[in-house]
């Protein structure tokens, strides 16, 4: 009885890889084949971007209140689902917000703020720690920090705070 449903499980699987290779195929000799998919996920993109001006004043207004408060930024757990609701935007309106008036993502935009606030505290703060700095500006380990102030800032935070101290001298 085993042997059976090996066999059975065997030969299901090759007719799923011929026909997805058979679809592969048809795909690429008739592209036109999924122009409609292609224009109803485009429309619906489309329809999901805030077009409208005054709303997307109105979510930037609110987001500058939002985030003028430190503790905000600093939430570790910040998600665009709490950032909507102390926005008070739907989160699919405040993603769209960010995707098509700021050309970023909710994770690089909240990324990028709190490296800024990194840098800012690295100043004010040049005795305190790197760690005590990035858990003040919301990242949840040292390593986020230092993947992230890389990737924006094209240093280290320990490279960048050796630089501020060489130019206070």
Known sequence: MIFDSVVVYRIGHKLLEILLIVWYFVALMRPALFSRAREAIREERERL??????EAALIKERMARAISAPAILGKVDLYLRA??????????????????????????WLNSRRVERVQKLM??????????????AGFGSKSVLNEQFRRIAGTSPSAARRSDKARKV
């Open 123 to 136: 100043l004010d703060f040049p005795e305190r720690t790197i760690l005590e700095l990035a858990m003040e």
């Open 83 to 108: 950032l909507a609701t102390i926005v008070k935007v739907p989160p699919y309106r405040l993603s769209s917000w960010f995707n098509g008036y700021q050309n970023t993502t909710f994770p690089a």
């Open 49 to 54: 971007i805030p077009r409208d001006p005054k």
